[in-house]
């Protein structure tokens, strides 16, 4: 789902349009306050969002998001006028789109949102000397979206992350 900040209707349903193309569902408001509100509670996968709005500005709403534990891994895409790419990316915007952007700009930003956000395979190493333990921790972090690799000590298998 992606939670669409936008103060102007016709930028706004233009988004709304795209995301929807590509598959996405689609959250809107026009204001910072809301937007806050509705990342805690719907708990969307991206945010894109307009730094100008009629309550506040979307470099406080990014602020927010990026201080609370609960929110800060929710990609934000900075949309505005505005030229400051840097200001955003150093404050942890995702990506940036400048206005007015083209369709194939907007659609090529939110492929990178959708790609960005697509659920990928972690692997982890577990180094234990404790068999028992070694189990406990694999069995507790068992499940689809990550694979565990068990290991007695470091130099007991060597450490190659891209072989597996």
């Not at 910072?32 to 470099?59: C, H, I, K, T």
């Not at 492929?111 to 395979?121: E, F, G, N, Q």
């Amino acid at each position: 789902m992606l939670l669409i900040v936008e103060d102007d209707p016709h930028y706004a349903r233009i988004m709304v349009d795209l995301a929807h193309d590509s598959g996405l569902k689609v959250l809107v408001t026009q204001r910072g306050a809301d937007a806050l509100a509705l990342v805690r509670e719907y708990q969307p996968s991206a945010v894109s969002l307009d730094v100008f709005l009629p309550d506040m500005l979307g470099w406080s709403v990014l602020s927010q998001l990026k201080q609370d534990a609960a929110t800060r891994h929710i990609p934000v895409q900075i949309v505005t006028m505005d030229e400051d790419r840097q200001h955003g990316l150093a404050r942890g915007a995702f990506s940036f789109v400048t206005k007015p952007a083209t369709k194939d700009g907007l659609e090529n930003a939110l492929a990178r949102i959708k790609d960005y956000t697509r659920p990928r395979r972690k692997r982890l190493l577990v180094i234990e000397d404790s068999a028992a333990e070694r189990l406990s921790i694999t069995q507790l972090l068992g499940h689809d979206a990550a694979s565990s690799r068990p290991t007695r000590t470091r130099s007991s298998t060597p450490w190659r992350a891209a072989s597996w």
